[in-house]
């Protein structure tokens, strides 16, 4: 048999990065008795990096914040960085990562500033090797890279981009893609292998829809 290769996307994938935003808004805007207003306005400068940079970086945004706000950088980065914060957000648990290893190497393939991407999914460290994370500003672009590593495998990627996944598809057409649908999207009439409504749903997938195709090459 063939070895298998799962990779997932971080934001909205395994990490629910849109709870993160809200709940550091809330406790800023707590810690520094922001009215309404003023929370508008830091929402704003989310925008700007994204804008700015072409993906979100966080010290960007920090400088942001710091020269608009009265708070110590010492205390923003606390605030920030918080571990409590981070845990909060994570969309699987160890059970589920230990159920997909069972069937395949766990990799990372995410878009994003790398010390932010890792942070999210630090307390997962020990299913990771280094050589199976990928984190990139563009990581469309780099598809190509990635998979050249990979030949020998059986490769699901598991994302909430449909372009992501159709690029995949464009390249190696025996990548297994799953979709993860955003609540109330409709289904559309995508090129995805699967479209899961939580990733939680992926485990079956590993053993019950094996492209039989690529396996055939071995
Ligand atoms: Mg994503």
């Known amino acids: ?21 809200i709940s550091f808004y809330e406790k800023f805007a707590h810690v520094n008795n922001l009215t309404n207003e003023q929370t508008e306005k830091l929402k704003e400068l989310y925008g700007e990096v994204k804008k700015e940079k072409g993906f979100f970086d966080p010290q960007v945004f920090l400088a942001k914040i710091l020269s608009q706000y009265s708070i110590a950088k010492e205390d923003l980065e606390r605030l920030w960085w918080d571990e409590k914060s981070f845990r909060e957000c994570l969309l699987v648990d160890e059970d589920f990562l230990k159920q997909i290893q069972e ?33 990139f500003e563009d990581k469309i672009v780099k ?17 909430d981009n449909v372009d992501v996944l159709e690029s995949f598809k464009q390249i190696d057409n025996l990548v297994y893609t799953v979709l993860i649908r955003e609540e109330q999207t409709e289904s559309s009439n995508n090129k995805t292998d699967s479209v899961i409504d939580n990733v939680l749903q992926l485990v079956p997938l590993l053993t019950q829809k094996l492209p039989l195709n690529r396996l055939e090459i071995f």
């Open 1 to 21: 048999m063939s070895q298998a290769i799962v990779f997932f996307d971080i934001d909205g994938v395994i990490f629910d990065a849109k709870k993160f935003f």
């Open 103 to 135: 069937k395949a190497i766990i990799g990372i393939f995410s878009k994003g500033e790398i010390n932010f991407q890792k942070k999210k999914i630090e307390k997962f460290a020990s299913f990771f090797k280094s050589q199976d994370i990928y984190i």
């Open 143 to 159: 598809i190509n890279e990635v998979l050249a590593k990979y030949k020998n495998y059986q490769i699901y990627v598991v994302d």
